[in-house]
């Protein structure tokens, strides 16, 4: 489920909340009432949350960890911070994480590296520096990792892309497969999935040839 380009009341939250085989849910350039946006984490079996240009905060994720199936976040243009990282810390099945351009995103960025199954991470845009680059070069299974527009000076941000270079073809293949069943089931792709074209190196074309491939051969 896609939404888009709207103010969304409580009571709509409340009905979306109680869609319980939910599995994708995106909101795009959407506003909501004061605190109203945590009954999304009703849905127990949502394995993947896109908010992309929303004004969420840490008061918006308070009950973030009823959704232990997590396995896709994007928290992007948002105004969360380390309380929410806190949180996203104990989501154990946590695989990609895209929280650029969230401008609060700092210090906490490091306790990331404690995600067991995270393998991708786009801190792009925010207020990262050199200090958080360490602990999360360690992550037993991160395979991408990128920093750019951050406080990352140039010679950390080049060691940390040298030191997943040889698992970025992997990571841009299931980014490529992630984002063209995003555009097969009719989800707005190229904005919920910027972020991931542009780190991956995916343009729009290749995503529309596999489209249109896909579609002749069905």
């Known amino acids: 489920?896609?939404?888009?380009?709207?103010?969304?009341?409580?009571k709509e939250i409340e009905e979306i909340a109680h869609i319980s085989k939910l599995r994708v849910l995106s909101?795009?350039?959407?506003?909501?009432?004061?605190n109203d946006f945590n009954n999304v984490f009703k849905l127990s079996e949502l394995s993947s949350l896109l908010v992309n240009d929303c004004r969420i905060d840490d008061s918006?994720?308070?009950?973030?960890?009823?959704?232990?199936?997590?396995?896709?976040?994007?928290?992007?243009?948002?105004e969360i911070g380390d309380a929410t990282l806190a949180q996203l810390c104990q989501l154990h099945t946590l695989e990609y994480l895209d929280?650029?351009?969230s401008k609060k995103i700092a210090k906490g960025v490091a306790s990331l590296s404690l995600l067991p199954a995270l393998k991708s991470l786009n801190l792009d845009g925010t207020s990262v520096d050199d200090s958080v680059l360490e602990p999360l070069l360690k992550s037993k299974n991160l395979e991408s990792l990128t920093v750019d527009d951050s406080k990352v000076s140039a010679?950390?941000?080049?060691?940390?892309?040298s030191a997943f270079v040889p698992y970025r073809t992997g990571v841009r293949q299931q980014v490529f497969e992630v984002i063209v069943r995003q555009a097969m089931a009719g989800a707005p792709w190229q904005d919920i999935c910027r972020g991931p074209l542009e780190v991956n190196e995916i343009s729009e074309e290749e995503i529309l040839v596999e489209l249109e491939r896909r579609k002749s051969s069905a």
């Open 60 to 78: 918006d994720t308070i009950d973030l960890l009823r959704c232990q199936k997590l396995r896709q976040i994007v928290f992007q243009r948002t």
């Open 155 to 161: 010679l950390s941000a080049s060691a940390a892309l």
């Open 27 to 34: 909101f795009v350039r959407c506003s909501f009432p004061s």
């Open 99 to 101: 929280l650029s351009y």
């Open 1 to 10: 489920m896609t939404l888009s380009d709207r103010n969304i009341s409580g």
